[in-house]
């Protein structure tokens, strides 16, 4: 296992769009090992990779929900109803923003033996599996926000009514 150094935004791998995954390598399964490692380290509920420096379409996503994912090649099936809530990212740290997201989503993807599967999504484990996959595309959630990011720190400091 390994952390690997997470790229913050104005990093020119957070605007790529990445490339498939062909073959399922030892290497590849290091990287996802280690994109869990360190989602789970920065206390992130998902990490795509380019979000390490790897151009390949791969997420992880847990919303400690019990059921830990690993998005290979995924593409959306479906999605349904809406939902809006604050947002965040481990590449744009110590911020948040509203964003307004299907409620529902089912994808396809591959598994760790590279046969397919489809997994569902609903409330949060949704809105990670959007913004892990718009990670792919080289998109971050500030593009889809209702607003301009604001510092998370300024949240802590409102006085109580
Ligand atoms: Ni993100």
């Given at each position: 296992?390994?952390?690997?150094?997470?790229?913050?935004?104005?990093?020119?791998?957070?605007?790529?769009?990445?490339?498939?995954?062909?073959?399922?390598?030892q290497n590849m399964k290091d990287?996802?090992?280690?994109?869990?490692?360190?989602?789970?380290?920065?206390?992130?509920?998902?990490?795509?990779?380019?979000?390490?420096?790897?151009?390949?379409?791969?997420?992880?996503?847990?919303?400690?929900?019990?059921?830990?994912?690993?998005?290979?090649?995924?593409?959306?099936?479906?999605?349904?109803?809406?939902?809006?809530?604050?947002?965040?990212?481990?590449?744009?740290?110590?911020?948040?923003?509203?964003?307004?997201?299907?409620?529902?989503?089912?994808?396809?993807?591959?598994?760790?033996?590279?046969?397919?599967v489809t997994y569902e999504g609903?409330?949060?484990?949704?809105?990670?599996?959007?913004?892990?996959?718009?990670?792919?595309?080289?998109?971050?959630?500030?593009?889809?926000?209702?607003?301009?990011?604001?510092?998370?720190?300024?949240?802590?400091?409102?006085?109580?009514?």
């Amino acid at each position: 296992m390994a952390i690997r150094k997470i790229r913050v935004i104005g990093d020119p791998c957070l605007n790529k769009v990445c490339k498939p995954v062909v073959k399922m390598t030892q290497n590849m399964k290091d990287l996802i090992e280690d994109m869990f490692d360190t989602m789970y380290e920065a206390k992130g509920v998902g990490l795509a990779a380019p979000q390490v420096g790897i151009l390949r379409r791969i997420c992880v996503v847990d919303v400690m929900d019990g059921e830990p994912v690993v998005l290979i090649n995924p593409e959306l099936v479906e999605t349904s109803g809406e939902q809006t809530e604050d947002e965040g990212c481990l590449s744009v740290p110590g911020k948040v923003a509203e964003v307004t997201r299907p409620d529902y989503v089912l994808v396809r993807s591959l598994d760790m033996d590279m046969n397919p599967v489809t997994y569902e999504g609903q409330g949060l484990r949704a809105r990670a599996i959007l913004h892990e996959m718009d990670h792919l595309e080289g998109v971050l959630y500030g593009e889809r926000a209702n607003e301009p990011y604001r510092d998370l720190e300024d949240e802590d400091l409102e006085e109580e009514e």
